[in-house]
């Protein structure tokens, strides 16, 4: 559903929105393989919130010098 990995030099984040069959959507944050966020939500609004917090994190990033490594973002 939403896929997005940046990379710094040896660095790599990982975001991902993903449905999660009859209980909602789990959304996961990943920082060099090192899990940092990991939340299951079945109110839809609350996924929209984190994508909206991912879509700020990427966009400082990238004006940090992080580059998109795959993008296979779609809503």
């Not at 929209?48 to 400082?60: D, H, K, T």
């Amino acid at each position: 559903m939403y896929r997005l990995s940046l990379r710094s030099a040896e660095h790599v984040r990982n975001y991902t929105i993903r449905a999660v069959e009859r209980s909602g959507w789990e959304v996961t944050c990943e920082e060099d393989r090192t899990l940092r966020r990991r939340d299951h939500y079945q109110d839809w609004h609350r996924v929209e919130r984190a994508l909206a917090l991912f879509e700020r994190e990427v966009s400082a990033l990238t004006a940090a010098g992080w580059r998109v490594a795959s993008d296979d973002a779609s809503r």
